[in-house]
């Protein structure tokens, strides 16, 4: 019986759930099941995300469907149990879930090794000693066809041996090989006997030294699938051409399952890099304090930025799925961030520059507290308690000598309203030696208690401050984009990708003022620093430390269209 298809399962713009809907209608095939096929040598990135998002996403759509989690580790080089923990943990975090159903590639080694052998007894595949050198120049062009190996018409009594004695550990790395006997002049390169087996002697992370040759990637993937009886392998474009060998060998092989393989467009974001080994190289080059650097694109990195799942999860469905390789502008999923962050982040004054502001006329000693909203629309996230005093800090920037007339916050001679508190109006500037102003006196209406004044008159600006009674000092840490050109890996210029790490992509300001209430911070929370952004606690001891999720407003559109 097929599988039951909802008729209201909104298509959209991905063109995969399309197919999936058409298969299951028609009864091409009777159920869905999908897998996320991550190699264990690095941490996910948000590439893969929209991978994850897509393998999972499609499976979560359909009743009785599931997506499978299977490590392809078939490639003992820079495998590790490590990258498979972290590997789950981003998965998880994502708010993805494969139940019984983790696999690994690993585990069918012994199945895989007995499919090569039916297809050396079938005559389909064959040990040859030509080197790697000479297979490559013998594969042919997209023009010319590929010259057959003179090992092809090795009996299949002698391959078997071979085969066994490359298990057998008899011969070193690369000696000779295990190749799929096809077509040397098929038009597709993949099928011109490609190689299924090399000998590699490398210690796996989890077969340690039992084997000595390994399967290739093209081999084990379809393989795996059809084990698995995935109904619909969902990969990137590059694997396109791949597909008729994928088809191959799981015709060739007695296997229940009959997997369809479908290609999508890979991610590619403005401003970042998603490659592992580029990733990898920022790492190995100190250009970032680690795979979750907070400025990378790993999940790792996003979890600790501040990025909340369900904002990577909307950025992955709004940009849809399709075949077409573009890049997508990365202010598209700052603004996911941005919209999640907005409807869970309590709000709080912090001042990042701070300037000392006296109120004259306040008395001394005197404390008030004011009541501030956690939320502006959601009343569920409570208050927090706010001090004033006679001393206050403000944002350095809110204060201008010469302002024009426009200047809604700080100068000699304007009133301005202290959110939550009072007006005051500036009265005198005090500098030091240098010229530099070092403290502002004011004076307050007693009047505009909680921010209206008594005769109704009008002021514009209302900034953001923090007493200096029970105050605490924090460390900020400015995160910004991690490159400074939109196209790092092709630049008009030619230059490396390196060379356009945005210098200014970490700033550190280290006397944060911070109202009272963040003594009770947890490692992890999340906040809006009224007017600054959104910040996440990163380090809660022996001073606190907050990293920038993000800016309140995209900066870089101004920039962008300056530069046309
Ligand atoms: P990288 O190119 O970063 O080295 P990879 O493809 O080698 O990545 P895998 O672990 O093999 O990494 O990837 C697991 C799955 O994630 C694959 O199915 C792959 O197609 C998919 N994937 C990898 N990068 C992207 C991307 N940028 N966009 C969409 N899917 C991706
Ligand atoms: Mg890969």
């Known amino acids: ?123 389909k595949a064959y040990v040859c000693h030509q080197t790697p050198e000479e297979i490559r120049a013998n594969r042919g062009s997209l023009t010319t066809p590929g010259q057959k190996s003179p090992f092809r018409s090795r009996t299949v009594e002698e391959s078997l041996d071979l085969f066994s004695r490359m298990r057998g550990g008899e011969f070193a790395d690369g000696h000779c090989c295990l190749r799929a006997k096809i077509d040397m002049a098929a038009p597709n390169i993949n099928l011109r006997d490609p190689i299924i087996y090399r000998i590699k002697r490398a210690t796996h992370y989890r077969t340690e030294d039992k084997w000595g040759i390994y399967p290739m990637y093209d081999f084990t993937h379809a393989i795996s699938d059809a084990i698995e009886d995935i109904s619909h392998s969902l990969c990137t474009l590059e694997f396109e051409d791949h597909r008729p060998l994928y088809n191959w060998f799981v015709q060739q092989l007695p296997m229940k399952g009959n997997p369809r393989q479908i290609e999508f467009a890979r991610l590619n974001l403005d401003y970042t890099v998603t490659s592992k080994r580029k990733l990898r190289q920022l790492v190995d080059q100190g250009l970032v304090d680690g795979w979750d650097d907070p400025r990378m694109p790993t999940i790792c ?17 709004s940009i849809g799925v399709t075949k077409k390789d573009t890049s997508i502008d990365v202010a598209k999923l700052e603004s996911a961030v941005r919209e999640e962050l907005n409807q869970i982040a309590p709000r709080r004054m912090a001042v990042l520059n701070p300037l000392k502001v006296t109120i004259e006329n306040y008395p001394e000693g005197q404390i008030e507290e004011f009541q501030a909203k956690n939320h502006p629309l959601n009343e569920e996230l409570g208050t927090h308690t706010v001090p004033f005093g006679r001393v206050i800090y403000v944002e350095r920037e809110d204060f201008l000598e010469d302002a024009p007339k426009k200047f809604f916050r700080l100068t000699v001679g304007r009133e301005v309203r202290l959110r939550y508190a009072y007006y005051i109006t500036c009265n005198k500037v005090i500098k030091d030696q240098n010229g530099e102003v070092v403290e502002l006196l004011c004076s307050y209406d007693p009047e505009s208690k909680g921010g209206g004044s008594a005769d109704n008159r009008k002021v514009k600006g209302t900034i953001h401050w923090v007493a200096q009674e029970q105050s605490i000092q924090g460390e900020a840490r400015l ?46 929370e999340l906040f809006q620093f009224e007017r600054n952004g959104y910040f996440r606690v990163e380090q809660l001891g022996p001073k606190l430390i907050f990293g920038r999720t993000i800016t309140l407003r995209d900066s870089w559109a101004k920039v962008a269209s300056k530069k046309g």
């Not at 600790?304 to 469905?317: E, H, L, V």
């Open 479 to 524: 995160y910004d984009r991690l490159f400074s050109v939109p196209h790092p890996e092709n630049d008009s210029s030619g230059k490396d990708y390196l060379e356009f790490v945005n210098q200014d992509s970490l700033k550190v300001v280290t006397n944060v003022m911070l109202g009272p209430s963040f003594k009770q911070s947890r490692l992890g």
């Open 1 to 123: 019986m097929s599988q039951q298809v909802d008729s209201s399962t909104q298509v959209g713009s991905n063109f995969i759930k399309q197919i999936a809907v058409d298969d299951l209608e028609s009864g091409r095939k009777e159920y869905l099941v999908t897998r996320f096929p991550p190699e264990p040598n690095g941490h996910l990135h948000i590439g893969h995300a929209k991978a994850i998002c897509l393998d999972f996403g499609l499976a979560e759509e359909f009743n009785g469907s599931r997506c499978h989690l299977r490590f392809d580790d078939s490639n003992p080089e820079g495998e590790s149990q490590l990258f498979v923990d972290s590997i789950m943990e981003d998965i998880k975090w994502l708010g993805f879930d494969w139940g019984d159903h983790l696999y690994f590639a690993s585990d069918y080694f012994e199945q895989l090794y007995d499919y090569a052998v039916t297809l050396i007894k079938d005559g």
């Open 301 to 317: 990195g996003m979890r600790r930025r501040g990025y909340p799942p369900a904002a990577i999860r909307n950025f992955c469905s």
